[in-house]
């Protein structure tokens, strides 16, 4: 079973819009990480957070994680047409080093 | 540079063959995994490995096979018994300590289609 479920499952923008996805999972987690895969390709690491970690930031990338509510989110500001591509959360936990991934969110920004 | 290779990019295999699909990595890591890629259902564990000469099955083990006999490689058979086996299938590798798994570096992938 996913652990992680993005929301939306797709969104359209122009450039630079800002683009915000959501992540919700189920159980405790050591981590949440972010991921970015272009089409036909294998996937990228955006960015890592802890689960004692509340706010992260890495150039234009904005990601924020509340345990209690079991939910994170990715805000990528003023965005470019580069940044099309789906983007995935995973998260893990325990003792092992199993990591799930949610089903995507496809980001198209548009010209 | 330091990465991971997958091959073949593009596989055909007819119904009832067992095909390997291999993955290398150069960056000392411990960690591997496999994931399958359908449209529409991200990306799902098929099996990871914490270190050599052990694996652990993911949510989807069933019809695949892997070994770990080199910290550098962990090849993933598809077997005959996977009933649905056309797919986008991709590598990864992380380093381990305290704090679950890191980074995962990915490859490009292996898109097996079966005729």
């Known amino acids: 079973s996913q652990q992680g479920e993005e929301d939306p499952q797709a969104l359209s923008i122009q450039e630079g819009e800002n683009a915000t996805m959501n992540c919700s999972y189920k159980?405790?987690?050591?981590?949440l990480q972010w991921y970015r895969q272009n089409s036909g390709r294998g996937l990228v690491h955006l960015i890592l957070?802890?689960?004692?970690?509340r706010e992260k930031h890495s150039g234009r990338l904005r990601v924020t994680l509340d345990t209690s509510k079991k939910s994170s989110s990715l805000l990528i500001t003023a965005s470019r047409a580069a940044d099309t591509a789906s983007y995935f959360c995973?998260?893990?936990?325990?003792?092992?080093?199993?990591?799930?991934f949610g089903k995507g969110t496809l980001l198209t920004v548009n010209p | 540079d330091g990465g991971i290779t997958q091959s073949p990019k593009y596989l055909f295999r007819k119904e009832g063959q067992n095909v390997t699909l291999s993955c290398e990595q150069n960056?000392?890591?411990?960690?591997m995994y496999w994931y399958r890629q359908d449209p529409g259902q991200g990306l799902r564990l098929i099996y990871y490995?914490?270190?050599?000469?052990?694996?652990q099955k993911g949510d989807i083990a069933e019809g695949y096979s892997v070994s770990r006999e080199k910290k550098e490689s962990f090849p993933l058979t598809v077997t005959s018994a996977q009933k649905n086996p056309t797919a986008f299938y991709l590598c990864?590798?992380?380093?381990?300590?305290?704090?679950?798994?890191?980074?995962?570096?990915f490859g490009e992938g292996s898109r097996l289609t079966v005729l």
């Open positions: 995973a998260t893990g936990g325990g003792s092992n080093y199993k990591l799930t």
């Open positions: 490995s914490q270190i050599v000469n052990d694996f």
């Open positions: 990864a590798s992380s380093t381990t300590g305290t704090g679950g798994a890191g980074e995962l570096f």
């Open positions: 960056l000392n890591h411990d960690a």
């Open positions: 957070i802890r689960s004692n970690e």
């Open positions: 159980t405790s987690i050591n981590n």
